[in-house]
């Protein structure tokens, strides 16, 4: 989905109006801002080519932030559906992607393994083990 977005969608300029806060409570302490706790996500507001402006809440959150409020950043959208929009960045539009490409080669990598030892254990196993047996006689 990311390679067909990003060669079809529209750029434009915005700027992180705030940041929404979720899954925990967030503490005034620099210590619970660094928990695995809450997330933030950026909530961007952009003007499509020939628009009105527009806001987005990114579905990629972090803990710390990635962003602040007030940052400008680069802003993708589809140009038949503003609402359509993500950040332009590494993380927004690749993390995901890449993550299950990892989980991919992983189980592609372990089935590899397995059918190796497989084969090689049924050929062991046709030509016997390889040690002579002494003959009576």
Known sequence: MSISFVT?????KGTVVYLEWSGGSVSSSSKSRQSSGPTAHPVV???????????????MGSNPPAYDEGERVDVLYRADDPEDAKIDGFVSLWLIPLI??????LIAGIGTAIAIATRRRS????????TAV???G
């Open 8 to 12: 079809d969608a529209e750029r434009a």
């Open 134 to 136: 002494p003959s009576v």
């Open 45 to 59: 507001e952009f003007t499509p080519a020939g628009g009105s402006p527009t806001t987005f809440r990114s579905s």
């Open 100 to 105: 299950f490409s990892g989980i991919g080669l």
């Open 123 to 130: 050929r062991l196993t046709r030509s016997g083990s390889g």
